[in-house]
């Protein structure tokens, strides 16, 4: 078998007809639309003190030790993090940059049939290696090939191996929701004038809630980052997502590891007494 070279297409870039263009095109910046990275959709924030009534009087001494305590601190609900899957290997956008794609965002398209309410899977992607599951579906994911012709003929007639960029379809999917409740219980004790005493115990992330970043939302479909295919091998695989690639010798790859999350955001519970004088 021969070597298929196909650099003569990349070099092509910006020629053909325009409906090929993805968000990499200048004069379309419109598909690259979107969600912000650090976008949240719902935020809600309970911050709230409650002053505890006095038991005793002033003027006895065990009003010091009794009287003075209040409640307090701050309850965060908020929508997670918007994300799109990725792909820097070359299997996306290579009529343009080849594989060597490390300044625009290639963005994976979604598979026929599959809108982003199919491709998750309800999960967060956490404890994959237990019980848990990814939260994406790979099968739902696949290439934009173009067909040897295309571009108005600048894609040589024996090359299948030619991907265009996704239309759209940036952060099109969102973690889980974040959820996190600080609390502190304060006491103010008064010596004299000009000098107080307040303790203070905090416990931060009281319900010890887990929240977490996007799962891995690369993927890499061009494994060894090879620039020339064989002709007469198989472009795409088939059988992603079904737990094995029934075409192996396939020039890209399926997608392995993705929805898979494997950070947190948010930090355990954690407790502490503090004395602070005041003066």
């Given at each position: ?61 065990a009003s ?17 993090q918007p ?94 929701w974040q ?101």
């Amino acid at each position: 078998m021969s070597a298929l070279v196909s650099d003569q297409a990349r070099l092509l870039q910006g020629v053909g007809d325009d409906r090929h263009a993805g968000p990499a095109h200048a004069q379309h910046l419109r598909d690259a639309y979107g969600s912000s990275d650090f976008d949240r959709t719902h935020v809600i924030n309970f911050n709230y003190v409650f002053q505890m009534p006095k038991v005793l009087s002033d003027s006895l001494m065990a009003s010091k030790v009794i009287n003075g305590w209040a409640l307090q601190g701050i309850t965060i609900l908020q929508s997670g993090q918007p994300y799109s899957v990725v792909d820097y290997s070359g299997a996306v956008g290579s009529i343009f940059y080849g594989v060597a794609d490390g300044i625009t965002n290639p963005i994976v398209p979604l598979a026929p049939g599959c809108t982003p309410q199919r491709a998750k899977t309800g999960a967060s992607g956490a404890f994959t290696q237990g019980t848990g599951k990814p939260a994406l579906l790979a099968s739902c994911f696949t290439l934009p090939l173009l067909p040897p012709g295309d571009l108005n003929g600048g894609i040589p007639a024996n090359d299948s191996y030619e991907t265009n960029f996704t239309s759209g379809q940036r952060n099109i999917f969102r973690q889980s929701w974040q959820r996190r409740a600080d609390v502190s219980v304060v006491k103010d004790l008064q010596f004299k004038e000009k000098m107080n005493v307040r303790y203070s115990f905090d416990v931060f992330n009281l319900t010890n809630t887990t929240s977490f970043d996007i799962p891995i939302d690369n993927v890499t479909q061009n494994g060894g980052y090879n620039p020339y295919p064989v002709q007469g091998q198989a472009a795409a695989p088939t059988g992603c997502g079904q737990g094995s690639n029934t075409t192996p010798a396939s020039f890209f790859n399926c997608p392995t590891g993705l929805g898979v999350t494997t950070h947190a955001i948010s930090s355990p519970r954690q407790i502490q007494m503090s004395l602070k004088l005041q003066f």
